[in-house]
């Protein structure tokens, strides 16, 4: 059928509560991944990063896990707060794309004050 | 640090007429990519360049659409002749050598 625009995954949680986000990557020869935050009008902004030497890395608030056995990427958001909500992009960079990432197509948190 | 500065922020246009967009990278960045974000199809790479070189352009969409990288401190995209199509917001992006690219605050383009 025609395609009338993405719809994105909407993750809905109550402000305090932990948020965990979803991402499956494509590419087995990533080494490198990175998660993105878009607030609405603004361009992606760099949260935390992750290359595929380490299985979790933390943030102020955010911890970034990533299973290469199965090709999957979670961010998860403690203490979740209303400025967190914005939609939540993770890219992936293979070691043979230069400095080119890949983006999924995103996920969009919604925080319930 | 500035971060990566985009101008104009804004730009309304009408059919047929030339559209340049321009991109100031985060100083001492060697790549710079432009992207395209639509309802449509969300986050498209258009173009990436290293060193000032255009290294793909696999995603520019037509002919219509350039790039250049004059130096390393600017890059422009321009449309030519726009199309209402075209309407979307434009982002320019930024990296070192340790492949986090880091994004300008994106241009709003409205062809009529």
């Known amino acids: 059928g025609e395609s009338v625009g993405l719809h994105l995954p909407t993750l809905s949680v109550q402000e305090g509560d932990n948020s965990i986000i979803n991402c499956a990557y494509s590419n087995s020869a990533s080494d490198y991944f990175i998660w993105y935050k878009q607030e609405s009008g603004k361009g992606p902004q760099f949260i935390i990063d992750i290359r595929s030497n380490m299985d979790k890395r933390q943030g102020q608030r955010v911890t970034v896990l990533l299973n290469k056995t199965v090709k999957h990427l979670s961010l998860q958001i403690a203490a979740t707060q209303p400025g967190d909500s914005a939609v939540y992009f993770c890219a992936e960079n293979f070691n043979n794309a230069g400095n080119m990432l890949t983006f999924g197509g995103g996920t969009r948190l919604m925080v319930k004050p | 640090d500035a971060g990566v500065i985009q101008s104009p922020r804004h730009e309304v246009t009408e059919m047929g007429q030339e559209v340049t967009l321009r991109c100031k990278p985060i100083s001492g960045h060697n790549s710079l990519f432009w992207y395209r974000q639509t309802m449509m199809r969300g986050l498209e790479l258009l173009i990436y360049?290293?060193?000032?070189?255009?290294?793909?352009d696999s995603g520019m969409p037509e002919d219509r659409f350039s790039a250049k990288m004059p130096n390393a401190s600017f890059s422009t995209l321009k449309i030519q002749p726009s199309e209402p199509r075209d309407s979307a917001v434009y982002f320019c992006?930024?990296?070192?050598?340790?492949?986090?690219?880091?994004f300008g605050p994106g241009t709003r383009l409205t062809v009529l």
């Open positions: 360049f290293n060193n000032n070189v255009p290294i793909d």
């Open positions: 992006a930024s990296s070192g050598d340790l492949d986090t690219q880091y």
